[in-house]
C-alpha cells in the first residue's frame, strides 16, 4: 500500500502459478478490464523515482542488477541500487553545504558582525579539502567498477597455428573457434564469457600476427592488435620455435604452448608470468586460469569509495572536482568561492536525479524490462 509500495503507489500484485498458457490466460483476462494496460519497460521504476521512492543512480544500479551475470556484478548492482552512490553525494553535499555556509555568512555579516572574513574563507576551503579526499579516491578507484561492469579483457593473441582458438576452446569448455592447421583461419576477433571467482572475464580469440599479403587477413590482424592494445591482459601464445615475448601497452602473459609435443626441459630459466601449457592434456591450464582469476580480482576487487560505474557518474564527480579545485585557487573572492561550491553541489544533485536529469531519463529508464 502506499506510500511504502515500491512505487509510493497503491499496488496488488496477482501469483500465477502454472504454465505458459495459464499466465497468458491470466494476461488475457486482465487486459479485457477497462482501464487496465500493459507496463511499458521500467514504468514501475520510473513511477518510483518520480513518487521519490528512489534516486536516478538507484534506478541505473537497478538496471545493471537485472543485467548481472556474475556474483560480484550483483554485488556492486545491489549496491549501488540500495543508495550507496546517493548517500556518498549527500555526505560530500553536505561538507559543502558547511562551507557554503561559512563562505555565505563572510559575504553576509563579517562587516556588521564582527566575523573574521579570512578566517571563515579558510575554515571553509578546509571542508572542501577533505571533500576533494574523498572525490578523487570515487575517480581514482572508478576503472575497478567500470571494469567489473563490462568484464574484464583477456586476448589471446600471437603468430598463427601457436594454439590461440585451440587454448579458446579449452577455456570456454566449448567449440566456439575453427581449429585447422591452415594458417589465417581465424580473422574477425572471437568473443567468450567467462565466470571467475564470481568476476566478469571476456576472452577474444584473434587473428595471428604475421606479415601477409591478403588484404583480408591484414584486416583481422591490425583488428587484432587494436583488441591487444586495448585489453587488461594478453595471453601471448607461441610455440618451440616463436618468440617468447611481446610489447603491448598492457598487461602480457606469455605462454608456451604445445608442450605435450616439446616439454621444456626442467631446469630450464622460467621467467615470472611465464606459463607452459598443452591444451591437448589440459597440463598448466588450471595454473593459467588461477593466474588471470588473481588479475581479473586484483582489478576489480571493492573499495572503500562508493561505485562510479557509468561514464555519467564520473562525469558528475569531475564537474565537482573542478569546481572545487576552483574554489580553492588562491586570490579568489568570496562571491566566486562561493558560486564554485554552488556548481560542485549541482552537478552531484543531477548524479542523483535532483535538478536538469531530463536528457538521460528515457534512456536509463528503457533499459529495464517490463515489470521493473
Same mark, same amino acid.
Given at each position: 500500500?502506499?506510500?511504502?509500495?515500491?512505487?509510493? =503507489?497503491? *499496488? !496488488?500484485?496477482?501469483? @500465477? +502459478?502454472?504454465? /505458459?498458457?495459464?499466465? #497468458?490466460?491470466?494476461? &488475457?483476462?486482465?487486459?479485457?478490464?477497462?482501464?487496465?494496460?500493459?507496463?511499458?519497460?521500467?514504468?514501475?521504476?520510473?513511477?518510483?523515482?518520480?513518487?521519490?521512492?528512489?534516486?536516478?543512480?538507484?534506478?541505473?544500479?537497478?538496471?545493471?542488477?537485472?543485467?548481472?551475470?556474475?556474483?560480484?556484478?550483483?554485488?556492486?548492482?545491489?549496491?549501488?541500487?540500495?543508495?550507496?552512490?546517493?548517500?556518498?553525494?549527500?555526505?560530500?553535499?553536505?561538507?559543502?553545504?558547511?562551507?557554503?555556509?561559512?563562505?555565505?555568512?563572510?559575504?553576509?555579516?563579517?562587516?556588521?558582525?564582527?566575523?573574521?572574513?579570512?578566517?571563515?574563507?579558510? =575554515?571553509? *576551503? !578546509?571542508?572542501?579539502? @577533505? +571533500?576533494?579526499? /574523498?572525490?578523487?579516491? #570515487?575517480?581514482?578507484? &572508478?576503472?575497478?567498477?567500470?571494469?567489473?561492469?563490462?568484464?574484464?579483457?583477456?586476448?589471446?593473441?600471437?603468430?598463427?597455428?601457436?594454439?590461440?582458438?585451440?587454448?579458446?576452446?579449452?577455456?570456454?569448455?566449448?567449440?566456439?573457434?575453427?581449429?585447422?592447421?591452415?594458417?589465417?583461419?581465424?580473422?574477425?576477433?572471437?568473443?567468450?564469457?567467462?565466470?571467475?571467482?564470481?568476476?566478469?572475464?571476456?576472452?577474444?580469440?584473434?587473428?595471428?600476427?604475421?606479415?601477409?599479403?591478403?588484404?583480408?587477413?591484414?584486416?583481422?590482424?591490425?583488428?587484432?592488435?587494436?583488441?591487444?592494445?586495448?585489453?587488461?591482459?594478453?595471453?601471448?601464445?607461441?610455440?618451440?620455435?616463436?618468440?617468447?615475448?611481446?610489447?603491448?601497452?598492457?598487461?602480457?602473459?606469455?605462454?608456451?604452448?604445445?608442450?605435450?609435443?616439446?616439454?621444456?626441459?626442467?631446469?630450464?630459466?622460467?621467467?615470472?608470468?611465464?606459463?607452459?601449457?598443452?591444451?591437448?592434456?589440459?597440463?598448466?591450464?588450471?595454473?593459467?586460469?588461477?593466474?588471470?582469476?588473481?588479475?581479473?580480482?586484483?582489478?576489480?576487487?571493492?573499495?572503500?569509495?562508493?561505485?562510479?560505474?557509468?561514464?555519467?557518474?564520473?562525469?558528475?564527480?569531475?564537474?565537482?572536482?573542478?569546481?572545487?579545485?576552483?574554489?580553492?585557487?588562491?586570490?579568489?573572492?568570496?562571491?566566486?568561492?562561493?558560486?564554485?561550491?554552488?556548481?560542485?553541489?549541482?552537478?552531484?544533485?543531477?548524479?542523483?536525479?535532483?535538478?536538469?536529469?531530463?536528457?538521460?531519463?528515457?534512456?536509463?529508464?528503457?533499459?529495464?524490462?517490463?515489470?521493473?
Amino acid at each position: 500500500m502506499a506510500p511504502a509500495s515500491f512505487t509510493g =503507489e497503491d *499496488l !496488488a500484485e496477482i501469483g @500465477v +502459478t502454472g504454465g /505458459r498458457a495459464v499466465v #497468458a490466460a491470466m494476461v &488475457s483476462a486482465l487486459g479485457g478490464i477497462e482501464g487496465l494496460r500493459p507496463a511499458e519497460p521500467g514504468e514501475f521504476s520510473w513511477r518510483a523515482f518520480v513518487n521519490g521512492r528512489m534516486d536516478l543512480s538507484a534506478a541505473e544500479g537497478l538496471a545493471d542488477l537485472v543485467d548481472a551475470e556474475t556474483e560480484a556484478q550483483r554485488e556492486q548492482a545491489l549496491r549501488i541500487a540500495g543508495g550507496a552512490l546517493r548517500r556518498e553525494c549527500h555526505e560530500i553535499r553536505a561538507a559543502l553545504l558547511e562551507a557554503m555556509t561559512m563562505v555565505e555568512a563572510a559575504l553576509d555579516f563579517s562587516d556588521g558582525e564582527g566575523l573574521d572574513e579570512r578566517f571563515l574563507l579558510i =575554515e571553509a *576551503l !578546509a571542508a572542501v579539502a @577533505v +571533500t576533494k579526499v /574523498r572525490i578523487c579516491g #570515487a575517480l581514482d578507484n &572508478s576503472s575497478k567498477s567500470s571494469r567489473l561492469r563490462e568484464g574484464f579483457s583477456v586476448v589471446i593473441a600471437g603468430p598463427p597455428n601457436v594454439g590461440k582458438s585451440t587454448l579458446m576452446n579449452v577455456l570456454s569448455g566449448r567449440d566456439v573457434a575453427i581449429t585447422s592447421p591452415v594458417p589465417g583461419t581465424t580473422r574477425d576477433p572471437i568473443e567468450v564469457f567467462l565466470d571467475l571467482r564470481g568476476y566478469p572475464v571476456v576472452v577474444v580469440d584473434t587473428a595471428g600476427i604475421r606479415s601477409s599479403v591478403d588484404p583480408i587477413e591484414r584486416e583481422g590482424i591490425e583488428r587484432a592488435k587494436r583488441r591487444a592494445e586495448a585489453a587488461d591482459l594478453v595471453l601471448w601464445l607461441h610455440d618451440t620455435d616463436g618468440p617468447e615475448s611481446v610489447s603491448f601497452g598492457t598487461t602480457v602473459y606469455t605462454v608456451r604452448t604445445k608442450i605435450d609435443a616439446a616439454p621444456r626441459m626442467a631446469d630450464a630459466a622460467r621467467e615470472q608470468r611465464n606459463f607452459d601449457i598443452s591444451a591437448k592434456t589440459g597440463s598448466g591450464i588450471k595454473e593459467l586460469l588461477a593466474a588471470i582469476g588473481d588479475l581479473a580480482e586484483e582489478r576489480m576487487s571493492g573499495s572503500e569509495f562508493a561505485p562510479l560505474p557509468l561514464e555519467r557518474h564520473k562525469w558528475a564527480f569531475k564537474e565537482a572536482l573542478a569546481a572545487l579545485d576552483s574554489a580553492a585557487s588562491s586570490d579568489r573572492d568570496l562571491e566566486l568561492v562561493a558560486e564554485d561550491l554552488r556548481r560542485a553541489a549541482s552537478a552531484l544533485d543531477r548524479l542523483i536525479g535532483r535538478v536538469g536529469v531530463e536528457e538521460v531519463l528515457s534512456q536509463i529508464f528503457s533499459r529495464l524490462c517490463v515489470g521493473k
